[in-house]
């Protein structure tokens, strides 16, 4: 038996009163029930505190550091917590293993009337559901100042999935994501008189001429597989063509939105 007095700053097992709340923050419903998400790596909280997250606690791994930076940025009160190595990995277990990681409380949920304060270009993914592919496109975003991003068919605690956040870089946090079902979005965008512009192999305008179009556009994209619905087709008002080796069958989404949103550059900076 153990001298050692207890501290309740050390996670050393999972019978820890703290590390039922990690576990639950791994899934969907345990993110529901706390109102509380999990974000990876210090870049990754250093990135959402930037943007206004409340940080409630910092978890660290055995002979991980937090550095002198992330300490002193965090929000007032927050605690700081270790997880002993062997606890760290029972508590992941087959999720990805995290050494440094914090407890935020969720942003608050954003829908399509945020649209009406934003000037610049937004862009839409519909039915996109790899973390790696929206990650990418959430930093050719914000890298290409874009007014921010609308996620339809996503549950909005999917948002802020651990997943996303890593491969966003953090930048998530920075970059106005929305989100709707495609319904709603186009009921939206009838009563509002927004301009929908999808990517089509056979349109007749070529991507490099949608820079000189004047307006804010809604640019649409659907995935890799199957491409926008019927119905966002149909609403759309402008399309444009890639010009690709016909050898190649299609784009991933992530760089067709890199190459399309380039475009774009001086509409959203000028």
Known sequence: MTNEPYNPFLIDSLNHPLAGPIRQ?????????????????????????????????????????????????????????????????????????????????????????????????????????????????????????????????????????????????????SLPVMTASTAEFLAYCQTNHETLLVTDMDADMSVEEIASIPQRLLIVFGSEKEGCSPEIEAAAAMRARIPINPRVESLNVSAAAGITLFQRIGFNRK
């Open 25 to 173: 923050l791994l899934h969907r419903d345990g993110r529901r029930e706390l109102n509380r998400i999990l974000i990876d790596d210090e870049e990754n909280i250093l990135e959402a505190l930037e943007a206004g997250v409340e940080i409630e606690s910092v978890y660290y791994a055995g002979d991980e550091v937090i550095s002198d930076e992330l300490r002193s940025k965090l929000t007032p009160g927050a605690t700081i917590h270790e997880v002993a190595k062997r606890t760290t990995k029972k508590i992941f277990e087959n999720d990805k293993l995290s050494r440094i990681f914090a407890i935020a409380e969720t942003p608050p949920a954003k829908d399509l009337e945020m649209l009406k304060s934003i000037k610049k270009d937004v862009v839409v993914l519909e039915d996109v559901s790899i973390s790696g592919n929206i990650g990418n496109i959430i930093r050719t975003s914000l890298a290409l100042d874009l007014g921010g991003m609308i996620l339809l068919n996503m549950d909005p605690l999917d948002v802020y999935d651990r997943r996303l956040i890593r491969a966003s870089r953090g930048y998530l946090f």
